[in-house]
């Protein structure tokens, strides 16, 4: 048994003190009929094909009913052709893998007499209020960034006619979600249920929103300080990613699925929590990762976590190992947009070991997740609904 296989204890123990920089791993050789020699689980697809075209077949339908037969008469001459164009522009464009995800995973854990044509559908419909919320959020996010672009055309405010009438415009696609569920879950036993679960996590997702706009505020105001990266710790970095995207990319997901299906035993919904959690913040550190050493015709974009200063897993890192020295000539040269301050950066890294610890980060994370999910006795919550996400998660490039 090679260090990749070891105990569920002996893996937990290791990931900690490697996540707090404890430890300065050494990789050992990979035996070949190692499952890492393997074709990477990412490279695969996780949904099929005829998943994602049923998907995607009722957007339409939800579309027509939220901009013109479900609002006000008075409304639709002047608001219909609006609300219809942002929400054609702002939701579908994504790889909807969150609201897929709920479909999918709601055909794993219901049973085969609730597994209707119409339980399916309802499925669907669940999962695009969490793209909704999806837009929501990326609309409003857009805004606050000054980004320009996003999935691959001008963001909905830079739309020429929109500009900041964007921030009304999610707004509406926020009640978006609750006049979806309104329509479709009122009278289901389990309405309640959803309600509660979308409120918690839209607040946890604003929570996790505000601490990485402040944390941001907190470096522009120090920029180029020796104290600029003071606020940069591990325990902020973990709160970010926890509350901005964990809760609502992997638990939000599963959890719909879950109480749809009637799942009551709350101690299943914690480790659900857990397992989905932990693989949201695996998740972040890969996209820090790839930000900076993924190859861009690869990953289809040019990494600027650096020039933009982000509170990444690498710097955090990095900062956990630089010398007083470093530190002090990181702190004057993160967050500019000179190619020579960015290339030190990135040697840097490469010289405090940051690649070589992602690498042994990654390997003992799919083996404790692994027996985590294998805990999981497989007659009270199918162990797929997990391997799904960590099929798409693992090894991925992009």
Aim: overall charge neutral; aromatic content about 12%; glycine content about 4%.
């Amino acid at each position: 048994m090679n260090m990749y296989v070891a105990s569920a204890r002996g893996a937990r123990t290791f990931v900690h003190k490697l996540a707090k920089g404890l430890v300065y791993p050494t990789i050992t050789r990979i035996q070949q009929d190692s499952p890492f020699c393997q074709r990477a689980p990412s490279e695969q697809p996780t949904y099929r094909k005829d998943e994602k075209l049923e998907f995607s077949s009722v957007f339409t339908d939800l579309n027509r009913d939220l901009s013109f037969t479900d609002i006000p008469k008075d409304l639709k001459a002047h608001l219909s052709k609006h609300l219809a164009r942002c929400i054609q522009y702002t939701v579908p464009d994504g790889k909807k893998n969150r609201g897929i995800s709920v479909l999918a995973s709601y055909k794993l854990l219901a049973s085969k007499q609730d597994l209707s044509q119409d339980n399916v559908r309802l499925s669907i419909i669940l999962g695009w209020t969490v793209e909704f919320l999806q837009a929501f959020f990326l609309v409003a996010d857009d805004i606050m960034d000054h980004s320009e672009s996003r999935r691959g055309k001008k963001c909905w405010y830079k739309v020429d006619d929109i500009g900041l009438n964007a921030f009304n415009d999610s707004v509406i696609l926020e009640t978006c979600v609750y006049a979806i569920l309104s329509k479709h879950f009122e009278d289901k036993p389990y309405y309640r249920d959803l309600l509660d679960l979308l409120h918690e996590t839209t607040r946890y997702t604003a929570y996790g929103q505000a601490l990485d706009l402040i944390s941001a505020d907190m470096y522009n105001r120090k920029k180029g300080s020796p104290e600029s990266l003071d606020h940069f710790t591990m325990d902020r970095y973990k709160a970010i990613v926890k509350y901005k995207t964990s809760f609502y990319s992997f638990y939000l997901p599963v959890a719909l699925a879950m109480n749809m299906a009637e799942v009551k035993d709350d101690l299943l919904f914690e480790r659900a929590r857990r397992i989905l959690l932990d693989m949201g913040h695996f998740f972040q550190v890969q996209d820090d990762y790839l930000d900076c050493f993924g190859d861009p015709e690869v990953t289809g974009k040019q990494g600027t976590d650096i020039q933009d200063g982000k509170c990444s897993w690498l710097v955090t890192m990095a900062l956990q190992r630089a010398s007083h020295d470093q530190k002090a000539e990181l702190a004057l040269r993160y967050g500019s947009t000179d190619p020579d301050d960015v290339e030190w950066v990135k040697k840097l890294y490469n010289q405090l070991g940051l690649p070589r610890l992602y690498s042994v980060y990654e390997e003992e994370f799919y083996w404790d997740i692994k027996e985590l999910i294998q805990q999981i006795p497989g007659d009270t919550l199918p162990q797929q609904v997990f391997f799904n996400f960590l099929d798409r998660i693992y090894k991925r490039q992009k």
